[in-house]
């Protein structure tokens, strides 16, 4: 029998701090009665590079600057930044797609930081097939506390060169890092090299705000990609398959269209064993390359500035989330 499929358009709404409209591509879903329908998502053309333009300085995505700016974030990070911005319900929702089935597959948890995404793995898989990687040694520390985490295999790493042969992992994950990453195109091109034929990549990340107040700073701190920005960056490195499932904590019911804490969850599958058909240049900053003292206290002190600006509102709208009535718009 001939597999029937339907056919739909999808347009980003810009209340949830998409901005739309551009097409950029088919994704295959199932939907409840088992007919496969193509999801056209549409959304804005952009360019797709790792340069950082005049207007978007993004000035802690940089290597030295965020392993600084972490340096003092790992104290109160569990915390203060989960319960607002990645909260367990959305870790767990933005998990989903990874297919973590079974407790053997192999796994690694890229830019895992204190092993907060770390913790949502090991519910599926056994700890020993587990690694968290990070660049931070303060932030792996607190992983390292973590009880639940024994077993699992905790160590310092890039993950713009990941330290692995090839196809070696079932599963790649990477929530919340790709904001720091100076070329996200080549961090991604390593997670479809360290899969093996089959495996699954799952990266988490925050999306583009709409709100001009919102995009502001968000383009003063760090990288916030557009939708089809993920899209494309999975498709160049070799992926296939790429779907995108669009997250956010469960109290976050109004003001939507400062864009503040929605995020996606962005999965691609590895079709042919070896490494990725992407060539890439040298890598777009080199960490043993010495930086002006001065340049470096001031990106990351703007940096800072901008990035409590995304602390301090999400508390406030918490805050009027638990005041004003459910059945009342915020």
């Not at 203060?80 to 933005?94: K, S, Y």
């Not at 699954?200 to 999306?207: D, E, F, K, W």
Request: aromatic share 12%.
């Amino acid at each position: 029998m001939k597999e029937m499929v339907s056919s739909s358009t999808f347009r980003a709404p810009g209340g949830l701090g998409f901005l739309g409209p551009s097409k950029i591509g088919l994704i295959p879903l199932r939907n409840r009665s088992g007919v496969r329908s193509r999801v056209k998502y549409i959304a804005p053309k952009c360019a797709v590079s790792s340069a950082r333009p005049a207007s978007q300085p993004r000035f802690i995505q940089h290597k030295k600057e965020a392993f600084w700016f972490y340096r003092f974030l790992s104290i109160v990070y569990d915390h203060v930044i989960n319960p607002g911005h990645w909260t367990e319900d959305m870790r767990d929702d933005a998990l989903e797609p990874a297919e973590l089935y079974h407790h053997g597959l192999k796994v690694v948890d890229v830019g895992g930081g204190t092993g907060f995404t770390t913790l949502g793995i090991v519910k599926h898989v056994d700890n020993e097939n587990v690694t968290l990687l990070d660049q931070s040694p303060h932030q792996l520390e607190k992983a390292r506390q973590k009880a639940a985490l024994n077993g699992v295999n905790i160590i310092e790493g890039d993950a713009e060169d990941l330290p692995y042969p090839t196809d070696t992992f079932d599963r790649y994950v990477s929530a919340g890092s790709i904001e720091y990453w100076p070329d996200p195109q080549r961090g991604i091109r390593e997670a479809y090299r360290v899969l093996k034929l089959g495996g699954v990549a799952c990266l988490i990340g925050p999306v583009h705000p709409t709100f001009w107040l919102s995009r502001f700073f968000a383009d003063m701190w760090m990288l916030f990609p557009k939708e089809e920005e993920y899209i494309e960056w999975f498709q160049k490195a070799g992926f296939q398959d790429v779907k995108i499932k669009r997250i956010g904590p469960k109290w976050y019911r109004g003001v939507r269209r400062h864009g503040l804490i929605m995020g996606c969850s962005v999965t691609g599958v590895k079709r042919s064993s070896g490494d990725s058909p992407l060539q890439l240049g040298p890598k777009a900053e080199d960490v043993e390359k010495p930086v002006n003292p001065f340049t470096f206290i001031f990106r990351f002190i703007m940096g800072t500035i901008c990035a409590s600006y995304y602390v301090l509102v999400p508390i406030y709208m918490w805050m009027k989330d638990q005041i004003v009535p459910k059945d009342q718009p915020i």
